[in-house]
């Protein structure tokens, strides 16, 4: 079994920082891509940044430029910093990672934790 556990969501003022865990645990033979999505409500989910095994990344592009992703292979951890945060950020953010197991890479989801931005 996979498990991915998020942490560091919360309430933030429009122009603050937040930072965002991301841990994996388990039978893992192999992280692949690790990344971050968002929903908020209403609307369809979508990319915020993605880091693969080689540190290359890519984001949405609603918050290029505010958001940074790393990630830490020896703790298997993904993180993703956030800066200039709006309203329009306000979300539930999930984690997510590509993880080979015992079985072929599957994609493995966090529970989600709560993103809000207050104007």
């Known amino acids: 079994q996979v498990h991915l556990v998020e942490s560091g969501g919360g309430l933030v003022q429009a122009g603050g920082s937040l930072r965002l865990s991301c841990a994996a645990s388990g039978d893992i033979f192999t992280i692949l891509a690790m990344g971050w999505y968002r929903q908020a409500p209403g609307k369809q989910r979508e990319l915020v940044a993605v880091i693969g095994t080689g540190g290359d990344t890519n984001y949405g592009d609603s918050v290029k430029g505010r958001v940074a992703i790393s990630r830490d292979n020896a703790k298997n951890t993904v993180s993703l910093q956030m800066s200039s945060l709006k309203p329009e950020d306000t979300a539930v953010y999930s984690c997510?990672?590509?993880?080979?197991?015992?079985?072929?890479?599957?994609?493995?989801w966090g529970q989600g934790t709560q993103v809000t931005v207050s104007s």
């Open positions: 997510y990672a590509t993880i080979r197991t015992i079985h072929p890479p599957y994609d493995y």
